[in-house]
């Protein structure tokens, strides 16, 4: 096991060094920041001192040598706009980010498994058809429209729960979040709801097809002429079977939603990376979007690890090479 | 002696799109207790579907339409769901034909056992019925069963996994067993070992045994009557001697001259003429009709009862009475 931690943790350096030089040359090619951090009425002199302290005149490649080189000592530059170090101000932001993904997948698994399983057990119930309709709902409403609807009907209309920014936080092992007050809870409930609408659809699919393949398996049979309870062989026999895909896509989904929770998080003023990345994107603030891509990046690689990890405890038969079983 | 499980006019329909699949019509036969009753029939001929019937395991749109089942003093199908839960796995325990899909691939062995006691012994300590399991392993020929018990079904061969799955149908000592095939995917030469330990097994807990199979070599050694079943219908039945040696109904004649054996080298093996009738159309009179060379117009049209013969046979033939 350790042996194959450590393969794949060398692997994931070469991913983030060939996709740092990806991003780094990428966003080199759109517009020019100097614009966005001087007047253009500036003295032209003046333009030239800038310049030359950022290093923009110098070739791309070079440039890229120094933010490896300071890359390597912890330090992703510095933010164009707010002058200040672009990790801790992307890393400040996370924790937000990272609550409002927690919960929303939190909510999309306890509604998806259940009716997805149900959808499974019985494909023919009207109930099933409207479950399975309102999931393709799920799948192809756009997700800023959505969110605007949520603010309306509960924030406007029904004014049971606010609809922006992110409320009181509460302390729990040493960990700062607004799960853990009411009336955080009351404020992360609507944007997690519409962040969560899309994966819940499409781990509510994954879990009928997964039940429908599932159920008809001989062992599915054997376990109930053993007389097993039905409640047994649906969470032990079933369950646990439909949980090996369920839990590579809740994987692979949880880095995306993180990733991309940049409209809920823009709709609903949530104030977490997405929404700092898409100011950086405004003002072409190069330091922070190659940081946060990065951090993503490195996110989503170590995602890919735990999920293969926890298929190997899902599923004997997946043996992790290395391991010592 | 009371039969322990008697079947009467038996009928399982499959309603489909395509039309009705009549896979059980009709069908009646009893089981002794401790007795070896073997069900013989080609494959779609409705044999698994009578063993699924039995325990109530039929699944839409499969329906049982009519008949009776009767396991001892209980009428199967007027019992509750619940009753008929704590008889399956309990005193009727049933071994599947494909070993290799029976246990769930993502449980240990030891919890696929355990639980089939659990399920119908609530007050066993876990260690006791980790004892059961573990000697029961051991019971079915798998060595150093401790070790096993903590195994995954992936890191067993075939045979050993019907083992398992024999030792789980032994478990909680039943009335019945029903054992679907349960050598078909098997080697040869285990085949023979499993048929061994079951049979004596079954001898020294009393336990009836329903084989189901295509395998006619298999059941003439080992079962005390056998039904022969074709297109979902008992056509024959009797002691087995009867059945093996002087065969009457047609397609048991011809299934046996079909059994490959050493002294017909060098000759042509014999087949049946034709094919199974598709059980979507079956025809009006008997199914065997166009394959039987003692088909008169009479079988086009007449479906044969069941009629029984002096030597205690029962029949489904429409031209055996007036040849004999």
């Given at each position: 096991?350790?042996?194959?931690?450590?393969q794949?943790?060398?692997?994931?350096?070469?991913?983030?060094?060939?996709?740092?030089?990806?991003?780094?040359?990428?966003?080199?090619?759109?517009?020019?920041?100097?614009?966005?951090?001087?007047?253009?009425?500036?003295?032209?002199?003046?333009?030239?001192?800038?310049?030359?302290?950022?290093?923009?005149?110098?070739?791309?490649?070079?440039?890229?040598?120094?933010?490896?080189?300071?890359?390597?000592?912890?330090?992703f530059?510095?933010?164009?706009?707010?002058?200040?170090?672009?990790?801790?101000?992307?890393?400040?932001r996370?924790?937000?980010?990272?609550?409002?993904?927690?919960?929303?997948?939190?909510?999309?698994l306890?509604?998806?498994?259940?009716?997805?399983?149900?959808?499974?057990l019985?494909?023919?119930?009207?109930s099933?058809?409207?479950?399975?309709?309102?999931?393709?709902?799920?799948?192809?409403?756009?997700t800023?429209?959505?969110?605007?609807?949520?603010?309306?009907?509960?924030?406007?209309?029904?004014?049971?729960?606010?609809?922006?920014?992110?409320?009181?936080?509460?302390?729990?092992?040493?960990?700062?979040?607004?799960?853990?007050?009411?009336?955080?809870?009351?404020?992360?409930?609507?944007?997690?709801?519409?962040?969560?609408?899309?994966?819940?659809?499409?781990?509510?699919?994954?879990?009928?097809?997964?039940?429908?393949e599932?159920?008809?398996?001989?062992?599915?049979?054997?376990?109930?002429?053993?007389?097993?309870?039905?409640?047994?062989?649906?969470?032990?026999?079933?369950?646990?079977?439909?949980?090996i895909?369920?839990?590579?896509?809740?994987?692979?989904?949880?880095?995306s939603?993180?990733?991309?929770?940049?409209?809920?998080?823009?709709?609903?003023?949530?104030?977490?990376?997405?929404?700092?990345?898409?100011d950086?994107?405004?003002?072409?603030?190069?330091?922070?979007?190659?940081?946060y891509?990065?951090?993503?990046?490195?996110?989503?690689?170590?995602?890919?690890?735990?999920?293969?990890?926890?298929?190997?405890?899902?599923?004997?038969?997946?043996?992790?090479?290395?391991?010592?079983? | 002696?009371?039969?322990?499980?008697?079947?009467?006019?038996?009928?399982?329909?499959?309603?489909?799109?395509?039309?009705?699949?009549?896979?059980?019509?009709?069908?009646?036969?009893?089981?002794?207790?401790?007795?070896?009753v073997?069900?013989?029939?080609?494959?779609?001929?409705?044999?698994?579907?009578?063993?699924?019937?039995?325990?109530?395991?039929?699944?839409?749109?499969?329906?049982?339409?009519?008949?009776?089942?009767?396991?001892?003093?209980?009428?199967?199908?007027?019992?509750?769901?619940?009753?008929?839960?704590?008889?399956?796995?309990?005193?009727?325990?049933?071994?599947?034909?494909?070993?290799?899909?029976?246990?769930?691939?993502?449980?240990?062995?030891?919890?696929?056992?355990?639980?089939?006691?659990k399920?119908?012994?609530?007050t066993?300590?876990?260690?006791?019925?980790?004892?059961?399991?573990?000697?029961?392993?051991?019971?079915?020929?798998?060595?150093?069963?401790?070790?096993?018990?903590?195994?995954?079904?992936?890191?067993?061969?075939?045979?050993?996994?019907?083992?398992?799955?024999?030792?789980?149908?032994?478990?909680?000592?039943?009335?019945?067993?029903?054992?679907?095939?349960?050598?078909?995917?098997?080697?040869?030469?285990?085949?023979?070992?499993?048929?061994?330990?079951?049979?004596?097994?079954?001898?020294?807990?009393?336990?009836?045994?329903?084989w189901?199979?295509?395998?006619?070599?298999?059941?003439?050694?080992?079962?005390?009557?056998i039904?022969?079943?074709?297109?979902?219908?008992?056509?024959?039945?009797?002691?087995?001697?009867?059945?093996?040696?002087?065969?009457l109904?047609?397609?048991?004649?011809?299934?046996?001259?079909?059994?490959?054996?050493?002294?017909?080298?060098?000759?042509?093996?014999?087949?049946?003429?034709?094919?199974?009738?598709?059980?979507?159309?079956?025809?009006?009179?008997?199914?065997?009709?166009?394959?039987?060379?003692?088909?008169?117009?009479?079988?086009?049209?007449?479906?044969?009862?069941?009629?029984?013969?002096?030597?205690g046979?029962?029949?489904?033939?429409?031209?055996?009475?007036?040849?004999?």
């Open positions: 096991m350790t042996v194959y931690i450590l794949r943790t060398l692997q994931s350096f070469v991913v983030l060094f060939v996709m740092s030089l990806i991003v780094f040359c990428g966003v080199n090619l759109i517009g020019d920041p100097i614009y966005m951090m001087i007047s253009p009425e500036s003295e032209p002199a003046e333009i030239e001192r800038v310049i030359k302290e950022f290093g923009f005149d110098r070739p791309v490649l070079e440039q890229y040598w120094f933010f490896l080189k300071n890359v390597a000592s912890g330090d530059g510095r933010s164009f706009v707010q002058g200040i170090p672009a990790l801790p101000l992307i890393l400040e996370f924790p937000a980010t990272i609550e409002l993904a927690v919960f929303s997948l939190f909510i999309s306890v509604i998806a498994l259940p009716l997805g399983v149900y959808a499974g019985y494909p023919e119930r009207k099933s058809k409207i479950i399975m309709s309102g999931s393709i709902l799920g799948f192809s409403m756009p800023f429209w959505v969110g605007i609807m949520l603010i309306m009907l509960f924030a406007v209309k029904l004014d049971w729960l606010p609809s922006t920014g992110r409320g009181e936080l509460g302390t729990f092992l040493g960990i700062e979040s607004s799960l853990f007050t009411l009336n955080g809870l009351s404020h992360i409930f609507l944007p997690a709801l519409n962040l969560a609408l899309f994966k819940l659809s499409s781990v509510l699919r994954l879990t009928r097809a997964g039940t429908r599932v159920i008809l398996q001989d062992y599915i049979k054997f376990a109930r002429a053993k007389g097993l309870s039905h409640s047994r062989v649906i969470n032990v026999h079933l369950l646990k079977n439909i949980l895909p369920v839990v590579t896509v809740i994987g692979l989904e949880f880095g939603l993180v990733a991309f929770s940049t409209v809920t998080e823009t709709v609903f003023a949530w104030p977490g990376a997405g929404k700092l990345i898409i950086s994107v405004y003002n072409l603030d190069r330091p922070v979007i190659v940081a891509l990065i951090i993503i990046v490195a996110f989503f690689v170590f995602l890919n690890l735990i999920v293969d990890i926890l298929y190997s405890f899902l599923d004997p038969r997946v043996r992790i090479k290395g391991s010592s079983e | 002696m009371k039969p322990i499980l008697e079947v009467e006019n038996l009928k399982t329909y499959f309603f489909t799109k395509e039309g009705v699949v009549k896979a059980v019509d009709d069908i009646s036969f009893h089981i002794n207790p401790g007795e070896i073997g069900l013989v029939g080609e494959s779609g001929s409705g044999k698994t579907i009578t063993g699924f019937s039995i325990l109530g395991l039929i699944d839409s749109p499969g329906k049982i339409v009519s008949g009776n089942i009767k396991f001892k003093d209980l009428d199967l199908q007027k019992i509750s769901a619940k009753q008929m839960q704590d008889i399956r796995g309990n005193r009727i325990a049933m071994i599947f034909q494909d070993p290799m899909m029976t246990l769930n691939p993502v449980l240990r062995i030891e919890t696929q056992m355990i639980e089939t006691i399920a119908h012994n609530k066993i300590s876990q260690q006791d019925a980790y004892n059961t399991c573990r000697d029961a392993l051991g019971l079915v020929g798998i060595s150093s069963p401790d070790e096993r018990m903590k195994a995954y079904p992936h890191q067993f061969s075939g045979g050993m996994r019907q083992r398992v799955s024999i030792a789980i149908a032994l478990l909680n000592k039943p009335d019945l067993i029903i054992a679907d095939e349960p050598t078909t995917a098997l080697d040869v030469t285990i085949q023979g070992q499993v048929i061994f330990e079951m049979q004596k097994l079954c001898k020294e807990s009393g336990t009836a045994l329903l189901v199979t295509h395998d006619l070599a298999v059941v003439a050694g080992i079962t005390d009557r039904s022969v079943m074709y297109a979902g219908r008992i056509i024959e039945q009797g002691t087995t001697d009867k059945i093996i040696n002087q065969p109904h047609p397609y048991t004649q011809g299934l046996i001259k079909s059994v490959p054996s050493k002294n017909k080298k060098g000759e042509k093996l014999h087949q049946i003429d034709g094919m199974v009738p598709s059980m979507f159309s079956l025809p009006k009179g008997c199914a065997f009709e166009e394959r039987c060379y003692l088909r008169s117009e009479q079988c086009k049209q007449e479906q044969p009862l069941e009629t029984q013969y002096a030597d046979r029962f029949l489904r033939c429409l031209n055996i009475g007036k040849q004999t």
